[in-house]
C-alpha cells in the first residue's frame, strides 16, 4: 500500500460568512497524480489554498508527511515542499525566462550546481523556454507562460507539485503538451495534485480522483473508473 503523502481531514474554510469548503477529506500519495474536478466556484482553488496555508482552514487538519501543517505559514510550507503552480501563471513579466527560473530557487534548500542541473532539466522538458531564455517572461504565448510557470515551480524541488487549471486559456495541441509534460514530472518521482475544470484531460492524466461540488466532494474513485460515471460523464463531460 502506498505512503500518504497529503492528507486533509474534515477541512472546512470560510471566507467571512461564507463556507467555501465544507469538511473534506482527500488524499495524495507517494508518486500519484490526483485530480481535483468541479465547476466554477466548486472549492477547487479554495482547497489548494487551504493546503498552502494562503487561507488556511477554519477547522480540520491539513496533514503533510504525517505534520499538521495549519499552524504554519504559507512560505513555511513552501519550505517543506509543497510547490503550487497558480491559476493564471503569474509569472513576473519584466524578468527574463532565466530570471524567473531563477526566483523558483530562491527558497530552496540546494548549491548552486544543482539548481543548474534542474534548469537544464527544465529546458530538457521545455525547449522552447531554453530558445527564449532572454526573452521577457510578459512577451511569451499564454501557453510559453504556462511552460514557465510549470518550470519554475520545477526549480524548487517540489516534493508535491499542485497545479491550479493547467490548461486554462491554451489551445488544444499546447494542453496535450503541457499534460505530456506533467506525467513526465510524475514519472521522475515528483506526486501531482491537479485541479481542473477539463475533466477528460485532468482523468486521464490522474491514478486517483475527486469530484467537488459546492465545497463537498461528492465522489472519489479510481480515475479511469470516474471517468465511465455516468454522473460525471453527464456533468462535467458534456455527455447525455
Known amino acids: 500500500m502506498a505512503d500518504t503523502l497529503l492528507e486533509l481531514k474534515n477541512v472546512h474554510v470560510r471566507y467571512g460568512?461564507?463556507?467555501?469548503?465544507?469538511?473534506?477529506?482527500?488524499?495524495?500519495?507517494?508518486?500519484?497524480?490526483?485530480?481535483?474536478?468541479?465547476?466554477?466556484?466548486?472549492?477547487?482553488?479554495?482547497?489548494?489554498?487551504?493546503?498552502?496555508?494562503?487561507?488556511?482552514p477554519a477547522e480540520g487538519e491539513v496533514l503533510f508527511q504525517g505534520e499538521d501543517l495549519t499552524s504554519l505559514k504559507s512560505h513555511d510550507v513552501v519550505q517543506r515542499g509543497i510547490i503550487q503552480v497558480p491559476e493564471g501563471r503569474h509569472i513576473f513579466p519584466n524578468m527574463s525566462v532565466a530570471e524567473n527560473l531563477e526566483m523558483g530557487a530562491f527558497n530552496a534548500k540546494g548549491t548552486r550546481a544543482e539548481s543548474k542541473q534542474i534548469i537544464e532539466r527544465v529546458f530538457e522538458l521545455f525547449p522552447r523556454l531554453q530558445e527564449r531564455r532572454r526573452q521577457a517572461g510578459g512577451t511569451l504565448s499564454g501557453g510559453e507562460q504556462q511552460m514557465l510557470a510549470i518550470g519554475r515551480a520545477m526549480m524548487a524541488r517540489p516534493k508535491l507539485l499542485m497545479l491550479d487549471e493547467p490548461s486554462m486559456g491554451l489551445a488544444p495541441q499546447v494542453v496535450e503538451s503541457v499534460f505530456k509534460v506533467i506525467a513526465e514530472i510524475n514519472s521522475e518521482g515528483v506526486p501531482v495534485l491537479l485541479v481542473e475544470q477539463n475533466a477528460q484531460m485532468a482523468l486521464q492524466a490522474a491514478n486517483r480522483g475527486y469530484v467537488i461540488e459546492t465545497g463537498e466532494i461528492v465522489l472519489e474513485d479510481d480515475a479511469k473508473k470516474l471517468l465511465g460515471n455516468d454522473q460525471v460523464r453527464k456533468a462535467y463531460l458534456g455527455e447525455e
Open 17 to 56: 460568512v461564507i463556507q467555501a469548503v465544507k469538511g473534506i477529506d482527500l488524499k495524495v500519495n507517494e508518486g500519484e497524480i490526483v485530480s481535483l474536478i468541479g465547476g466554477n466556484g466548486a472549492g477547487k482553488t479554495t482547497t489548494l489554498r487551504a493546503i498552502s496555508m494562503v487561507h488556511g
